[in-house]
């Protein structure tokens, strides 16, 4: 099994920067791509993030520009730094991780950990 925990969420005023990480563990043989989705109440989960372990990065339209991403292969951690945030950026955030087990690709996600923007 794959393990993902996140850290680093919290209450941020507008236009604040915060940092979120997620930290795999488990049975991995190798990571193919992670990344960030949210969901905030009433809506569906949306990407917001990914990158892979060549540091190939896709961002939603929403956060591009104020959001980046960036991965520890040997640590298989994953940390977005968010800048200029908005109170629509208010969601749980969670980590997802695409990850080759040596058995298959599979995909797992973490408990999600809560971003806040309100002055």
């Known amino acids: 099994q794959v393990q993902l925990v996140e850290s680093g969420g919290g209450l941020v005023p507008p236009g604040g920067f915060l940092k979120i990480s997620c930290a795999a563990s488990?049975?991995?043989?190798?990571?193919?791509?992670m990344g960030w989705y949210r969901q905030s109440p009433g809506k569906q989960r949306e990407m917001v993030a990914t990158i892979t372990p060549t540091e190939s990065r896709s961002f939603a339209d929403s956060v591009r520009g104020r959001f980046t991403t960036f991965i520890d292969d040997r640590k298989k951690t994953v940390y977005m730094e968010m800048d200029h945030l908005k109170p629509e950026d208010t969601a749980i955030y969670y980590c997802?991780?695409?990850?080759?087990?040596?058995?298959?690709?599979?995909?797992?996600w973490g408990q999600g950990t809560q971003v806040t923007v309100s002055s």
């Open positions: 488990g049975s991995i043989f190798g990571i193919n791509v």
């Open positions: 997802y991780a695409e990850v080759d087990t040596g058995w298959g690709t599979s995909t797992f």
